[in-house]
C-alpha cells in the first residue's frame, strides 16, 4: 500500500519552515500532499487561489508532492485520498500542546490514520506566518521566511 500522508495547513502564507518539514518528510513517504484548509474561523490574507499557485510553484519540479484544497474534517479528507498519516510540525511546547489535542481525537475518530510530527530545524522556530504576513502588511522584506518561486505576483497582496 502507497504510504501516503496530508500534510494540512492554513499557509497563510506558506513559509520555508513549512518547506523545510515537507521536505524531510519526503523520504519517509511515497507521496504528500499539502492540503490548504479552507478554515471558516481564521481569515485569509492571502487569497486561495495565490497560496495554491505559489506552494505549487515551490515544488513544481516534485512529483511525490500534491497541493489541493480541502473543506471539512481533515480525517475525511485522508479517506477520501486513501491517506493513512497526517503530518505536522513542531515548534514549540504551546505547538505540542495545541497538535496533542488534536491528534488524539483524530486517532479516536479514524484508528487507521496517524499523525507524524517532525520538530522544526533551529532556525526555523521563530518563523510563523502571522509575523510573516504582518512584515508583509507593512511592506517590509519577508524573503528569507519564504520559499523562492518563480511568479511575477509572488507574496503580493
Ligand atoms: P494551522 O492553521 O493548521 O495551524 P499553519 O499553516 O499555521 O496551519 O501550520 C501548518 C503546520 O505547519 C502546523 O503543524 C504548524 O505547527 C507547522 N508549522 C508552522 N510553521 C512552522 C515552522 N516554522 N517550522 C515547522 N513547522 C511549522
Not at 481564521?42 to 505549487?56: P, S
Not at 510563523?128 to 508583509?136: A, K, P, W
Request: contains cysteine; proline residues 4%.
Amino acid at each position: 500500500m502507497e504510504r501516503i500522508a496530508i500534510f494540512p495547513g492554513s499557509f497563510d502564507p506558506f513559509t520555508v519552515g513549512h518547506e523545510s518539514i515537507v521536505n524531510r518528510a519526503l523520504p519517509l513517504f511515497d507521496k504528500v500532499i499539502i492540503a490548504i484548509g479552507l478554515n471558516s474561523e481564521k481569515n485569509q490574507f492571502f487569497t486561495l487561489e495565490k497560496r495554491l499557485r505559489w506552494i505549487k510553484s515551490a515544488f513544481k519540479n516534485n512529483p511525490k508532492i500534491e497541493v489541493e484544497t480541502f473543506n471539512g474534517l481533515t480525517v475525511e479528507y485522508c479517506k477520501e485520498k486513501k491517506a493513512n498519516f497526517i503530518l505536522r510540525g513542531l515548534r514549540t511546547a504551546a505547538d505540542f500542546e495545541y497538535e496533542r489535542a488534536i491528534a488524539q481525537i483524530n486517532k479516536k475518530m479514524e484508528h487507521d490514520i496517524e499523525s507524524v510530527f517532525l520538530l522544526t530545524t533551529p532556525e526555523h522556530t521563530m518563523i510563523n506566518s502571522t509575523i510573516v504576513r504582518d512584515i508583509i502588511r507593512h511592506n517590509g522584506d519577508a524573503s528569507q521566511f519564504l520559499p523562492i518561486i518563480d511568479d511575477e505576483d509572488a507574496y503580493k497582496i
